[in-house]
């Protein structure tokens, strides 16, 4: 019995932190094309933002060290979260932010899409 309880916190222990070190992954936007589908820290400098209040979906963009149309990673807000947000097109632009979430892809480029500001911390 003290050897199942004694394996099993093991078990538990060792989980954790595999959590942990899973949450502390922290790439730059360049970096973040090499790691798709990872839930990770992407840390950059917002150069240029976007509201496309008449597209579908009311997307905010904010792109990370790169400049639209040439950008390397992008932030995602869509409409439905927004007024979570202040204004992020501007609270955002020209700051240094980092923002955790799942790396996907759109159109082979990396984004992250948030929902809640709580998911970037300016730097």
């Not at 932190?17 to 798709?36: G, I, M």
């Not at 917002?46 to 992008?74: E, H, M």
């Amino acid at each position: 019995m003290r050897a199942a309880l004694k394996l099993g916190l093991a078990v538990a222990l060792a989980g954790s932190l595999s959590l942990v070190a899973l949450a502390q992954k922290k790439f730059t936007a360049a970096e973040a094309k090499e790691h798709f589908g990872d839930n990770a820290t992407v840390c950059g400098d917002v150069v240029s933002t976007r509201y496309a209040a008449s597209s579908k979906g009311q997307p905010t963009f904010l792109n990370l060290d790169k400049p639209y149309p040439n950008q390397i990673f992008t932030v995602v807000i869509w409409g439905s979260n927004r007024s979570k947000f202040k204004i992020p097109e501007e609270d955002y632009k020209d700051r240094k932010i980092c923002v955790t979430g799942k790396i996907t892809a759109y159109d082979g480029l990396p984004e992250i899409i948030v929902d809640d500001p709580k998911e970037i911390r300016i730097e």
